[in-house]
């Protein structure tokens, strides 16, 4: 059985987070975004046994199969990564002005498709550096 990937959806409003799967059929929150996971998570592990024990079909990579991703539009990850990624950083990554990205960010205008895929490259790039990373 090929592994099944759930696009998780995320918010973030006054110190809570909420994650939801992308057909709104999940959802999970908590103080941390971990919390909010772990609760989502903890809902598909119920709703599979309720399944299973009153005999309703239902997806079976969801019997523990599964994987989680987080979905965004730009201007989510933006606001979400707040104080963690700065717009300079960003331009570095990206070579896209950091005028543009608080544009983004603020909601005054929205990228085009080729500049999606060009901050979703560079950050995957930086994500793969970073995991080759050893520290001595």
Do not use: C
Not at 23 to 43: P, W
Request: no cysteine; charged share 30%.
């Amino acid at each position: 059985m090929d592994m099944k990937i759930l696009l998780i959806e995320i918010n973030r409003t006054a110190g809570k987070y909420t994650v939801t799967t992308e057909d709104n059929f999940f959802f999970g929150q908590g103080d941390s975004l971990e919390h909010a996971r772990k609760a989502l998570e903890k809902q598909i592990r119920l709703f599979v046994r309720s399944a299973k024990r009153e005999g309703f079909s239902y997806d079976k990579n969801l019997d523990g199969n599964y994987e989680l991703r987080y979905k965004f539009d730009v201007r989510r990850l933006l606001l979400f990564y707040e104080g963690i990624i700065s717009h300079t950083a960003l331009e570095r990554l990206t070579g896209i002005n950091k005028k543009q990205f608080w544009s983004y960010a603020n909601g005054h205008s929205r990228p085009r498709l080729a500049q999606v895929e060009k901050i979703e490259n560079a950050l995957h790039k930086l994500g793969e550096e970073l995991i080759n990373i050893s520290l001595i």
